[in-house]
């Protein structure tokens, strides 16, 4: 199906452009959602006579998410989940708990606006993008841990790597005390 696009969209084109889609992505969602118009020259004509006012309603939205981008960008938001002893999530971190994260954090921002590959399914640090507008975007970097404590732990790495090499110390001295000169494996 031909659409004529009222906005970006990413992977697929700018505002006015001709694109062709699959009929199901345009009824079911470029269309009801107001992204796309059927390409018929009605419409094309009723496109170009509204073309500046979509530019500027266009421009007043990538306006207010540049200004909200000075605010997320590089912000980071903590997420506490149960997890194994590998690492390993015993579920996930989805976009929807991020964007529950930031807006507990102060800043409002939909789940359909953060853009995840996959659901984050493992402790550590991520750097996650999100869509403020279709030309403006940011990175954030969400924190995945077990509790506050261990969160701030990640956060600082001078710490991090200050409580490992305590960790392996005290393997270490749990290895003497027991007098033996095999090594004893921890947590695998």
Do not use: W
Request: aromatic content about 2%; glycine content about 8%; hydrophobic content about 40%.
């Amino acid at each position: 199906m031909q659409v004529v696009l009222l906005e970006r969209i990413e992977h697929l084109g700018q505002m006015g452009d001709i694109v062709s889609v699959r009929d199901g992505y345009a009824r079911n969602y470029l269309i009801p959602v107001g992204k796309a118009l059927r390409a018929t020259k009605a419409n094309l004509a009723g496109f170009e006579q509204r073309r500046t006012q979509l530019e500027a309603q266009n421009l007043a939205r990538r306006q207010d998410a540049e200004a909200l981008r000075g605010r997320v960008d590089g912000r980071s938001v903590t997420v506490i989940r149960q997890a194994g002893e590998g690492g390993q999530l015993y579920g996930s971190v989805n976009a929807r708990d991020i964007a529950q994260a930031l807006t507990a954090d102060g800043v409002s921002v939909d789940k359909n606006q953060v853009r995840l590959d996959a659901a984050l399914k493992a402790l550590g640090l991520h750097t996650v993008r999100i869509a403020l507008h279709p030309e403006v975007d940011c990175r954030i970097t969400v924190n995945v841990a077990r509790s506050m404590e261990e969160a701030e732990l990640q956060a600082d790495p001078e710490r991090a790597a200050e409580a490992a090499s305590r960790e392996a110390e005290e393997r270490r001295e749990a290895v003497l005390e027991l007098g033996s000169d095999e090594p004893i494996e921890f947590g695998s």
